[in-house]
């Protein structure tokens, strides 16, 4: 069995302030995943949470600022993300609200106090890619190559 490792040892310096939650795997774009993360770093747990249905509910778009090249600009974007570039990645946003939500549950098991919670590290890694070839015509192939997504939070409370 392989065994998964965090990216930091913030969790291991203050065991009883933190907690932790990973999703191996899913099944999302890594660049998506990386801008995503990038909104949510320094944010206050339930502030994360409540920015990640906006993002569902398409009401608040996500600044890109790494892989934004012909990106069409979002109204609400300009000076406050300092990019105006962005877009709705629905999927992306959904699964890190799953791993949001696993993080505090795995929170209230410790009996952190939820409200104040600050995300202090999260990080997407780009996972294995399945690839496939559907078979064509004349005995050509075309791929159909899916890519996949490791996701990992850390949660402190904080005074």
């Known amino acids: 069995m392989p ?9 291991e310096k203050y065991p009883e302030k ?8 899913a099944p ?6 990386t801008e995503v993360a990038r909104e949510l770093r320094g944010k206050g747990l339930e502030d994360a949470i409540k920015y990640l249905k906006k993002v569902i509910k398409m009401e608040e778009p996500v600044p890109l600022r790494r892989y934004n090249r012909k990106v069409a ?9 300092k990019v105006a570039s962005g877009r709705y990645p629905v999927k992306t946003a959904k699964y890190f609200l799953k791993l949001l939500t696993n993080v505090r ?16 590290h999260i990080a997407s890694h780009k996972g294995m890619t399945i690839k496939r070839w559907m078979p064509r015509a004349y005995g050509r192939a075309t791929p159909e190559f899916e890519k996949r997504t490791h996701l990992e939070v850390i949660v402190m409370e904080v005074e």
């Open 3 to 11: 065994t998964w490792h965090y990216s930091t040892d913030i969790a």
């Open 18 to 25: 933190t907690a932790k939650a990973m999703i191996w795997d």
């Open 28 to 33: 999302i774009s890594p660049k998506e995943a």
């Open 73 to 81: 600009h979002k109204r609400g974007l300009g000076a406050k993300a």
């Open 105 to 120: 549950a795995n929170a209230e098991g410790k009996g952190l106090e939820v409200e104040k919670l600050k995300i202090v």
